[in-house]
């Protein structure tokens, strides 16, 4: 199994673009998450899926969309890039929600917004 | 989710037991404890969780104390590779995800 794959791993912007950041998993997991990562911080909670077509907004969801069309894939839009949304992003999955289930983490994404 | 408070740091020496402690005295009772690290801002990585009883695996051990008002995590030989930052979270069962704080960086040293 590869886990928990995300791309690109960097990516620069400019003010005012936009761009989708992608997250696949193959352990067949139901629950899907992004997370964003700034300097020095926790991870906070952006958008959730806990399966396919079924999404729900995190603790900073502004600025994002989601949608889940698949049990495998769940990708994070970017509408209008602001430096503000420069962070690392995590996608993570897991079988579900239950506290018994582990989340398993991507390598990240790196985003820098000019 | 009960708030957690950790240290800011810890060094390790190689080969010796890492204690890594835990504060969340407002936990309640269907909340659980839940590790992880993160190692030079990679994604994050399970260690361990636990409801009340000590709990051991293949990675650590935890170690709650009776009134489950704070936790220790221990690694139990600590190596060069350990060095990341570790995140205790309190999680209720109902929640969608785990709340992050700071963590502790903790260095083994050679």
């Known amino acids: 199994n590869a886990g928990v794959t995300q791309t690109p791993k960097f990516q620069v912007l400019k003010t005012g673009q936009s761009m989708t950041l992608q997250c696949a998993q193959d352990?067949?997991?139901?629950?899907m998450s992004w997370y964003r990562q700034d300097p020095g911080m926790g991870l906070r909670l952006i958008h959730y899926?806990?399966?396919?077509?079924?999404?729900d907004q995190g603790e900073v969801p502004n600025g994002y969309n989601v949608s889940r069309s698949t049990t495998e894939d769940f990708p994070l839009r970017l509408l209008s890039a602001a430096p503000s949304q420069t962070s690392v992003y995590f996608c993570?999955?897991?079988?579900?929600?239950?506290?018994?289930?582990?989340?398993?983490f991507g390598p990240g994404t790196r985003l820098t917004v000019t | 989710d009960a708030k957690t408070t950790q240290p800011t740091s810890m060094d390790c020496a190689e080969g010796r037991a890492a204690n890594l402690p835990c504060n969340h005295s407002?936990?309640?009772?269907?909340?659980?404890v839940y590790w992880y690290r993160q190692i030079h801002s990679q994604g994050p990585q399970y260690i361990i969780h636990?409801?009340?009883n000590n709990e051991t695996n293949e990675m650590a051990s935890l170690i709650i104390t009776e009134d489950r008002k704070s936790s220790t995590l221990i690694l139990p030989h600590a190596t060069l590779r350990d060095t990341a930052v570790y995140y205790c979270?309190?999680?209720?069962?109902?929640?969608?995800?785990?709340?992050f704080g700071s963590g502790t960086r903790l260095q083994v040293q050679p």
């Open positions: 993570a999955s897991s079988p579900g929600l239950a506290y018994y289930y582990e989340q398993y």
């Open positions: 352990m067949n997991h139901e629950y």
């Open positions: 899926s806990v399966g396919a077509g079924i999404t």
């Open positions: 407002t936990i309640s009772g269907n909340e659980y």
């Open positions: 636990g409801l009340k």
């Open positions: 979270i309190v999680r209720d069962t109902g929640r969608r995800a785990l709340t």
